[in-house]
């Protein structure tokens, strides 16, 4: 009898169960319709149209082989992306291990300071940078009058400004993950390397540094993934000398009509983007890293 | 990002100065020359024709050129029994493809230039501009082309700061860096830079085209590392202003400004300038039909176009209007016969066959 009841309670559990899920697809049927009438679909578009505009076949793709053009732009988006990554995450690094260590009350201006210019645009932050950076500006003039130079220095209008504005806007996406880690790390961990009679560095080097590893390489793809596709800060501050393939799109779409190769282009970074989240999502726990779960 | 056309550049430009008093110029100017009221009587007659008439949709890069060609094409038009209707979205080459392609064609009329021609020419989406219509005696013959013809003149000139230049330099001075030193700045576009650097490497102005590509590379990158390139006209207006440069290629309605704001101190010359037009195109299906290429023809007319030229520097496409430009306007005016005769005219043909790769090719050998 008791064996009957619990089977029948297991299969009224079933169904209700059964029941939830239908009503959940239903609450999120309509998001998903929208994504892929207004995501899915264009995107699948402009993947469609990469290998059938001018003519059918992969002769778009055959370009990143053979063309110079090409190559030059993507060793350009490859460098400053690169370097881009690597001083945000150290200067990030420095910031969020500081701000762990702080008091509350000088965390609260910390955080200030670094969500501030999150809020503000791309533009106008590259127009301050105009003016702190050029020949004429408030750099050159001080280290000028100082006497530290006598000619004022290239700050601007080359790789040095498109990478200074960059990183600028890139150093709030490289706190947050790297802090929000360094937050869970149990200090006692490092009390406890102390007393087992490892010098402060040590500490760090083989406790905490390995802890925050995590925070770093989610850090690391957030900042890779936005220096990828960048447009404003390289087109305003690299004096029209710096070409990044966000730009290159732009002039094959809108300016010389080669829509078939700028839709390559823009799949490959698709492609290129989904395979590191891919690779990675291997090594870390993504979901984890970005707070769900 | 802003486009960088000049179409678009005029707009922005009177943005910066403020629209108002231009249109307030354009209005006053209009009195003056006793078109407004005429045009105002005869506007009421025309309503009711317009009913039997298509709307003709004209678009242009919006803001103060919205006003200004209100009254300098849309009245004299409505004044004949047409009607334009003024859309400011802006016809890049990329979405007029888009519409044509698509069979949703809603523009008649599209603001362009000769670089758009070579770029859609290919594509085959835009319609021949019927000259049983537009008359071909009222623009410069060489600016009356199959796919498009001229609604104004723009040209691409030289200037310099001459609190470091004293006397009026060369074409020659500006890629010689060691008789005056200094960062130099050029469009982020072939178009007009080759022209230029080829003048100045001497090749003689009857001989430009077809244009040597590769030694207009050569020349240009001889002084590389001096150059900036910029991409909007407000760019351009700035680095020579701020005195990050000390010369510059950028056009001449953006030059203008340059004299004012510095009380003199940036000043400009026509002298081997690139004199070129802007060009009305038509996209292919148009909804008006015949009824564009009309509103074209009347577009036409000198007053409107020195209207133009009052409000937004653009100088009269039709030779005719020359005559009746005022006295203080005639200096600035591109194409008045003395500043056409010492500048090159653009040759549209060139650009149709070659703009595209070339610039491609002049972004790779910009980019660093």
């Not at chain 1, 007393?195 to 402060?200: E, H, I, N, P, V």
């Amino acid at each position: 009898m008791s064996v009957h009841a619990s089977a029948r309670e297991r299969r009224a559990g079933l169904s209700l169960l059964a029941g939830t899920h239908t009503r959940y697809w239903l609450l999120i049927a309509p998001a998903l319709f929208m994504l892929c009438v207004f995501y899915i679909y264009p995107i699948g578009r402009v993947l469609w149209m990469s290998v059938t505009v001018p003519a059918p076949g992969l002769g778009n793709y055959e370009l990143l082989a053979t063309s110079a053009s090409i190559h030059k732009m993507l060793l350009t988006t490859a460098r400053i992306t690169m370097v881009t990554t690597v001083v945000t995450l150290i200067l990030a690094y420095i910031l969020a291990y500081t701000l762990v260590h702080s008091s509350p009350r000088t965390q609260r201006w910390m955080f200030l300071g670094i969500l501030i210019p999150l809020w503000i645009s791309v533009l106008v932050r590259a127009f301050a940078w105009f003016v702190l950076l050029r020949r004429d500006g408030l750099i050159n003039s001080v280290l000028m009058s100082s006497g530290i130079i006598d000619t004022p220095l290239s700050l601007i209008w080359n790789e040095t400004g498109v990478m200074i504005g960059m990183i600028h806007y890139m150093l709030p996406l490289g706190v947050l993950p790297i802090y929000a880690n360094m937050r869970d790390i149990d200090q006692r961990c490092i009390a406890a390397a102390r007393g087992l009679g490892a010098k402060r560095f040590e500490a760090f080097r083989r406790v905490f540094l390995p802890l925050s590893l995590p925070g770093v390489v989610g850090a690391g793809i957030l900042v890779f993934i936005f220096s990828l596709g960048f447009f404003v800060t390289p087109a305003l501050l690299g004096g029209g000398k710096t070409l990044m393939i966000a730009e290159y799109i732009k002039v094959q779409i809108l300016e010389v009509v080669r829509w078939g190769l700028g839709t390559m282009l823009a799949a490959t970074l698709l492609l290129l983007i989904g395979g590191l989240l891919a690779a990675l999502s291997r090594l870390v726990n993504l979901r984890k890293l970005f707070g769900a779960g | 990002m802003d486009k960088h056309d000049f179409a678009e550049d005029c707009v922005n430009l009177a943005i910066e100065r403020g629209a108002d008093p231009s249109r307030r110029d354009l209005i006053r100017n209009a009195l003056a020359m006793g078109i407004a009221p005429a045009a105002l009587t005869l506007a009421g007659n025309g309503a009711a024709l317009a009913q039997a008439r298509k709307e003709v949709v004209l678009v242009n890069f919006g803001g103060v050129a919205m006003p200004a060609f209100e009254e300098a094409f849309v009245k004299p038009f409505a004044a004949e029994g047409g009607k334009i209707v003024l859309d400011g979205s802006g016809a890049l080459s990329g979405k007029i493809l888009t519409m044509v392609r698509s069979k949703n064609v809603t523009w008649d009329i599209c603001d362009s230039g000769v670089t758009s021609l070579g770029e859609l020419g290919p594509h085959d989406v835009l319609e021949d501009i019927d000259y049983s219509i537009v008359d071909k005696s009222k623009v410069f013959p060489e600016f009356a082309y199959e796919k498009g013809v001229v609604n104004y003149m723009f040209s691409t000139v030289m200037a310099w700061d001459t609190s470091k230049i004293k006397t009026e330099p060369t074409l020659a001075d500006f890629f010689d860096t060691k008789k005056y030193p200094g960062r130099r700045m050029m469009r982020k576009n072939s178009q007009a830079m080759l022209e230029m650097a080829l003048l100045a490497d001497g090749v003689p102005k009857d001989k430009l085209y077809p244009l040597d590509v590769k030694r207009a590379f050569a020349k240009i990158a001889t002084i590389k590392k001096d150059l900036l390139f910029w991409s909007s006209g407000s760019d351009s207006q700035s680095l020579l202003r701020d005195g990050e440069c000390v010369m510059g290629m950028l056009w001449h309605t953006r030059a203008n400004v340059l004299i004012e704001e510095t009380g003199g101190r940036i000043q400009y010359t026509f002298k081997d300038g690139l004199l070129q037009p802007g060009i009305w195109v038509v996209p292919k299906g148009n909804p008006a039909g015949k009824e564009a290429m009309r509103a074209i023809a009347s577009m036409q007319k000198p007053e409107g176009q020195i209207r133009l030229l009052a409000a937004m520097g653009n100088g009269p496409a039709n030779p005719l209007a020359n005559a009746q430009v005022p006295a203080e306007l005639a200096a600035r005016n591109p194409s008045s016969p003395q500043n056409a005769a010492v500048q090159v005219k653009v040759n549209a043909e060139w650009y149709t066959a070659n703009h595209t790769k070339t610039y491609q090719e002049f972004l790779d050998l910009i980019s660093s």
